[in-house]
C-alpha cells in the first residue's frame, strides 16, 4: 500500500450469493473510490476471492480474525454495513458477530462508522446492550431509514450512552449504483415469448404465511390476463427453492410455467428488474433497482424496511401483505400497468442525502 492510500475495510452480509447484499457492496465500493480514489477497499467476504474478482478490491475470509487484526494494523476506518445486521430476530448471534467486529476494531485504534444500515428489531436484552456498547464508541451512525435512526437513539439514550454522537439518515446505496452491464446481461434487454400484455417479474422470497400454491394462483391470474409473469430470485438457494415450488404447483393445475430469470449477481438483477414492466417484490433491493430505473412496482410487506422504502418513494403496498390474495393482487397489478411504462420516483432528496455523511467520512479518513 502506498504512503498516500488509506485503507478502508468494509464489512457485512457479504459472500453469500445474495444479489441484494451483492449490490450494496458494490455501490458501496462505487461510491467510495469515487469519493475517496486514493482509498484501498478491503471486505469480509465469506467467499473472498470471488468477491475480489468480481470487485476489484481487497477481501479476506469475514471469520478469520487474525487476518482482520493484521487488516487492522494500517487501516483509516471500519465500516459496518450497509444492509441489516444488528438485529436479533433469528438469533442474538447475528448482533454478537457484526458488534464484535466493531469492538476489534476499535481496540485497536481504528475509527469505526455504521453505514447505511438498517436497524433492529433488537428484541433481546442481550442484543440491544451489545449494540449500545459498539455504537457508543463510533466515530458517526448512518441509518437507512427513519425507523432506525430513531431506534438507535432509544437504544443510546436508555444506556445513558452519548446522544450528541453524530448520527445521519441516508437512502440505501443501491439507489446511487451505476452498474456497468456486462453482455452477458444482454439476453435480458427484451422480454422472451409472444406475450402482448406486460412483463410481469416477482421477486419473492420464502416467509411464514407465504404458500407457493397463492404465488401460483397470482401467476395464474396473471397469465390469463395477458401478462408475461417471471419469477426472479434474489438468494440463489431460498428464493430459487421457492420459485421451483410455485411452477410445480403452475404444473400440477395444468397451467403453465412461468420463466425464471436469473439474478446471480447484482448486475443480473439489475438488469432482469429493468427489463420488467411491472415489479411485485418482496426483495427490498428489488424495490430499490425498480425506484432507480423507474420500472413501477408494488411492495409486499414482510418487514419494517419493505414498507418504510415503500412510503419514501410512494410505492403502493400489495393488500393483504405476504398472503398474497391472488385477486386482490392481481388487481392492483394491472391497475399499476395502466400507468406510464416508466415512473419518476421521488429520488432526488435521497440520493443527496449521502452527501454530508460523505464529508464527514472524509474528514475521518484524512484524520480530521
Known amino acids: 500500500m502506498s504512503a498516500n492510500a488509506k485503507k478502508i475495510i468494509l464489512s457485512g452480509y457479504y459472500g453469500f450469493a445474495n444479489?441484494?447484499?451483492?449490490?450494496?457492496?458494490?455501490?458501496?465500493?462505487?461510491?467510495?473510490?469515487?469519493?475517496?480514489?486514493?482509498?484501498q477497499l478491503v471486505v469480509l467476504s465469506a467467499q473472498p476471492e470471488q468477491t475480489a474478482a468480481a470487485l476489484g478490491v481487497r477481501a479476506i475470509n469475514r471469520w478469520d480474525k487474525a487476518a482482520l487484526r493484521a487488516e487492522l494494523q494500517e487501516a483509516a476506518l471500519f465500516c459496518s454495513g450497509g444492509g441489516s445486521l444488528l438485529q436479533d430476530v433469528t438469533s442474538v448471534r447475528s448482533v454478537w458477530y457484526y458488534?464484535?467486529?466493531?469492538?476489534?476494531?476499535?481496540?485497536?485504534?481504528?475509527?469505526?462508522?455504521?453505514?447505511?444500515?438498517?436497524?433492529?428489531?433488537?428484541?433481546?436484552?442481550?442484543?440491544?446492550?451489545?449494540?449500545?456498547?459498539?455504537?457508543?464508541?463510533?466515530?458517526?451512525?448512518?441509518?437507512?431509514?427513519?425507523?432506525?435512526?430513531?431506534?438507535?437513539?432509544?437504544?443510546?439514550?436508555?444506556?445513558?450512552?452519548?446522544?450528541?454522537?453524530?448520527?445521519?439518515?441516508?437512502?440505501?446505496?443501491?439507489?446511487?449504483?451505476?452498474?456497468?452491464?456486462?453482455?452477458?446481461?444482454?439476453?435480458?434487454?427484451?422480454?422472451?415469448?409472444?406475450?402482448?400484455?406486460?412483463?410481469?417479474?416477482?421477486?419473492?422470497?420464502?416467509?411464514?404465511?407465504?404458500?407457493?400454491?397463492?404465488?401460483a394462483q397470482l401467476v395464474q391470474l396473471l397469465q390469463q390476463a395477458g401478462c408475461q409473469?417471471?419469477?426472479?430470485?434474489?438468494?440463489?438457494?431460498?428464493?430459487?427453492?421457492?420459485?421451483?415450488?410455485?411452477?410445480?404447483?403452475?404444473?400440477?393445475a395444468g397451467q403453465a410455467e412461468a420463466e425464471v430469470w436469473p439474478a446471480a449477481t447484482p448486475q443480473q438483477a439489475w438488469a432482469a428488474v429493468g427489463r420488467a414492466d411491472l415489479l411485485l417484490g418482496m426483495r427490498l433491493h428489488s424495490l430499490i433497482m425498480a425506484a432507480a430505473q423507474g420500472v413501477p412496482a408494488v411492495a409486499v410487506s414482510y418487514d419494517p424496511k419493505v414498507e418504510a422504502f415503500a412510503q419514501a418513494v410512494q410505492m403502493p403496498l400489495a393488500a393483504g401483505g405476504v398472503s398474497l390474495p391472488a385477486e386482490q393482487v392481481a388487481a392492483q397489478l394491472l391497475a399499476r400497468s395502466a400507468q406510464p411504462q416508466r415512473l419518476a420516483y421521488p429520488l432526488g432528496p435521497l440520493v443527496a442525502s449521502w452527501q454530508p455523511l460523505l464529508a464527514a467520512i472524509c474528514r475521518i479518513v484524512d484524520g480530521k
Not at 122 to 135: E, H, S, V
Open 229 to 252: 409473469v417471471a419469477l426472479l430470485p434474489y438468494h440463489q438457494g431460498e428464493d430459487e427453492k421457492l420459485a421451483e415450488q410455485i411452477n410445480a404447483a403452475l404444473r400440477a
Open 19 to 39: 444479489a441484494g447484499d451483492e449490490a450494496v457492496l458494490a455501490a458501496l465500493c462505487q461510491i467510495l473510490q469515487e469519493r475517496l480514489p486514493q482509498a
Open 99 to 215: 458488534t464484535s467486529l466493531l469492538r476489534l476494531a476499535q481496540k485497536q485504534g481504528v475509527p469505526t462508522i455504521v453505514l447505511a444500515q438498517g436497524l433492529g428489531p433488537l428484541n433481546t436484552r442481550l442484543g440491544r446492550w451489545l449494540t449500545r456498547r459498539a455504537l457508543s464508541r463510533c466515530r458517526l451512525l448512518s441509518w437507512r431509514d427513519a425507523a432506525s435512526l430513531r431506534l438507535a437513539a432509544e437504544i443510546m439514550q436508555n444506556g445513558s450512552g452519548d446522544d450528541s454522537l453524530p448520527s445521519y439518515q441516508v437512502c440505501d446505496p443501491v439507489l446511487l449504483w451505476r452498474p456497468e452491464l456486462p453482455e452477458a446481461t444482454a439476453d435480458l434487454a427484451e422480454p422472451a415469448g409472444g406475450s402482448q400484455g406486460p412483463t410481469v417479474a416477482l421477486a419473492l422470497r420464502p416467509w411464514p404465511g407465504l404458500t407457493p400454491g397463492a404465488a
